[in-house]
């Protein structure tokens, strides 16, 4: 028999691990006929909002970025998205970037569709222009070996450039590659796992994770992952970059 007070999510002060075992849909407006998992936001404490969007029938989703830039990531499924005027078709490891000021639909999307955003705060810097709308496919990003080791494996989605002030990067690990130290450090990340499975310590704590779970980790939480099982463990991950580190 199933238990139902049981779960692998966590939430802690400065770290959540969030398993699919507990989402509870919410209604965004204009976001219609599609269900809404709020995964982390900034009432955990967080700096960033992540959300996962499964498409039902005649789903769509039109908005506008006003203070946040918005990155969209095709987990599975097909769309069509219109972004000011400029319209791709949309399907899996597809994924675009809206920066502020820009209206945004995506419509005839495929019922069962997943949809993972990253939403951030823009922090325009001086000199630099507001980057512009972003369509790519993570299918056509190299992978290069991460640190010079060969079982990781780091795709950069985004430019590096001083206009942008976030990163999402798609992060593979052979079954036992780690990384090779635990990580300290400011930016602060949102995560999903798109395949595979491995034990990820936050904070000094142990969790075991897999496709489907999402971790949010605050600025300074100590972290460090190693990949289990017979297939390669895959995230996609935020982070923050590209600005003073402080207000001092």
Known sequence: MEISALTRSVVERNHAVIAPDGYI???VPGWDNCTVNVIINEQMGANLCQTLITA???????????????????IKGKVTAVISGETQLLSASHFVYVPVGKHYKFKKIKEGTQIITFHKRYEKLEGYEVPETLFGNAADVPGPEYLGDPALRLQVLLPDHLGFDMAVNIFTYDSGGHLPMVETHIMEHGLMYLQGQGVYMLDH?????????????????????????????????YKNVNRFPTIV
């Open 25 to 27: 849909n919410s209604k």
């Open 56 to 74: 039902g029938k005649d789903c769509e989703v039109t908005g506008k970025t006003n203070e946040s830039q918005i990155f969209f990531y095709i």
């Open 205 to 237: 704590k142990w969790y075991p994770i897999k496709k489907g779970d999402s971790i949010w980790m605050a600025p300074y939480c100590q972290q460090w992952f190693t990949a289990m099982g017979k297939e390669p463990a895959v995230y996609i991950y």
